[in-house]
């Protein structure tokens, strides 16, 4: 396409120079529209993961307006289906495509390598190549936020969580969840219950009301639908949701989320690529950065809570304080970070255990 149309622009600039009424030289160099593809695990709905990073989609549509084009595939399963959905993208045109889950990244890495003239961005993984990068989001430094107003929150000191796979990405947000909690109360204990899938309404419900069923009196998660909340707001007890804004889904229950934030960064990427100056770098982005946040806080949280979530929030913003920072303990009691040490990109990424005051056991 870009040879076509470097031709196409010498022919008209020849033609400019021979004769009258020829196309004006503005026109000759119009761009076509860059075509984008997205890749989605979940339906998009009106709350959570597949929501946030459609949300971001439309963002950088309504900022480059008719230099874009976007497309989608939502509900795509992390198997075969997903690499046949992301080589449809690459083979039908678009320019620039983005998948948005971690168990798409073996397939980003095999379609890449056949269509090296597309660009390619993977949400949350590791590997990359010469058109292949990631992009992720630092969800602990809000997770460990969220953790705070619920060990403020709990009169039982049991705290449940409904999780989706056993990842570092989502390890480090149970525990910077249970650090935070421990940071205001010692004595919290946090449930973890695993059903193995991002999305799935009726596992993620069963999970957190067997959670409940337990003592839970506020209750998270690391997965994609409102049922956490929903079952909260059925049963009396606080939720902390996840990705989204969920307030609606739990209006007393509700006591803030852990959010995200994608269009800036869908901005810039698809802006670099229409600059033809190659793709964006690998990025992990925090509050700092605008990648994630928190939901307004229920009122039902003291306002003292809440300042001091602020204060927390603000010394994270300015690079002051790191959720992961030492003395840290593992659950079987080893110390993985010695005191005031905080941890690495590296040891994060690789994180495969639970923190001290996680009480249930991590899965095989």
């Not at 095999?110 to 590997?127: C, E, L």
């Not at 793709?279 to 992990?284: A, F, H």
């Not at 990648?291 to 602020?310: R, S, T």
Request: charged share 20%.
């Amino acid at each position: 396409m870009k040879n076509r149309r470097t031709l196409f622009q010498a022919s008209v600039a020849c033609l400019t120079l021979a004769a009258a009424g020829a196309l004006p030289l503005a026109q000759a160099q119009e761009q076509d529209p860059l075509k984008v593809g997205f890749v989605y695990v979940s339906p998009i709905g009106d709350a959570g993961w597949t929501y946030q990073h459609d949300l971001g989609r439309k963002q950088m549509e309504e900022a480059l307006g008719d230099k874009v084009t976007t497309t989608y595939v939502e509900s795509v399963s992390e198997g075969a289906d997903a690499e046949r959905v992301i080589r449809e993208m690459a083979a039908s045109g678009n320019d620039l495509v983005f998948a948005t889950s971690f168990g798409y990244m073996n397939y980003v890495d095999r379609v890449a390598k056949q269509f090296p003239n597309v660009k390619f961005m993977h949400a949350t993984g590791y590997k990359d190549g010469p058109n292949f990068h990631n992009y992720n989001a630092r969800f602990y430094e809000a997770r460990y936020l969220t953790g705070v107003i619920a060990g403020e929150m709990s009169d039982s000191n049991v705290l449940g969580y409904v999780a989706a796979f056993p990842i570092p990405e989502v390890l480090q947000g149970i525990n910077a969840f249970t650090l935070g909690a421990q940071s205001v109360n010692p004595d919290i204990e946090v449930r973890v219950i695993w059903v193995n899938s991002w999305y799935d309404p009726g596992k993620e419900r069963e999970a957190a009301l067997a959670l409940i069923a337990q003592g839970a009196d506020v209750v998270t998660h690391h997965t994609d639908s409102t049922a956490i909340v929903q079952a909260a707001e059925e049963k009396g007890v606080y939720a902390v949701a996840y990705h989204s804004d969920m307030s609606k889904y739990g209006e007393k229950a509700h006591l803030t989320a852990a959010t995200h934030h994608w269009g800036d960064y869908y901005t810039a990427a698809a802006q670099k690529a229409l600059n033809e100056d190659g793709m964006v770098e690998s990025v992990w982005g925090g509050v700092q950065d605008g990648f994630v946040d928190l939901a307004p806080i229920n009122p039902a949280v003291p306002q003292p809570v809440q300042d001091k979530v602020a204060d927390i929030k603000q010394q994270i913003k300015e690079g002051q304080f790191h959720p992961f920072t030492g003395p840290i303990v593992a659950q079987d009691g080893t110390v993985v970070l010695e005191e005031g040490q905080a941890m690495s990109d590296a040891d994060l990424g690789q994180m495969n255990y639970y923190v001290k005051g996680v009480s249930s056991k991590m899965p095989n």
